[in-house]
Nanobody, 122 residues
C-alpha cells in the first residue's frame, strides 16, 4: 500500500516562509510526477506546483517567484519551499504522486496525501 505523508504546515505571518515535505512510503520503485495542490475554503482544489522524476517543474502563475518545488528521488520525497507568503495562500495543501510502480510491480495511477493546513495571517 502506497501512502503519502505531508508535514510542515502551520500558521505564519504575511511575508513569512514555510517548507512543506511529503514522503511516499510503500516499497516504491518509481514515481513519475509528484506535486502539491491546495484547496482554500469555498474554492476548488488547484495545482500549485509539480515536478517530474527528471526534474522538470511547473507552477501556477500566482506562486511563481515565491514558491520552489524540489524532489529527492532516492528518498521518494517532494518539498515545497514557500516564501513571501500572502493571506491568499491560506489553504489545505495536498501532496500528489502519479504513475507509481512498486518493487512488486504493482502500479498506482494516483495517490493523495491527507493534507496539511497552511494559514497566513497577522
Amino acid at each position: 500500500q502506497v501512502q503519502l505523508v505531508e508535514s510542515g504546515g502551520g500558521l505564519v505571518q504575511p511575508g513569512g516562509s514555510l517548507r512543506l515535505s511529503c514522503v511516499a512510503s510503500g516499497s516504491i520503485f518509481s514515481i513519475n510526477t509528484m506535486g502539491w495542490y491546495r484547496q482554500a475554503p469555498g474554492k476548488e482544489r488547484e495545482l500549485v506546483a509539480n515536478i517530474t522524476s527528471g526534474g522538470s517543474t511547473n507552477y501556477v502563475d500566482s506562486v511563481k517567484g515565491r514558491f520552489t518545488i524540489s524532489r529527492d528521488n532516492y528518498k521518494n520525497t517532494v518539498y515545497l519551499r514557500m516564501n513571501s507568503l500572502k493571506p491568499e495562500d491560506t489553504a489545505v495543501y495536498y501532496c500528489n504522486a502519479d504513475r507509481i510502480i512498486t518493487t512488486s510491480w504493482r502500479r498506482y495511477l494516483e495517490v493523495w496525501g491527507q493534507g496539511t493546513l497552511v494559514a497566513v495571517s497577522s
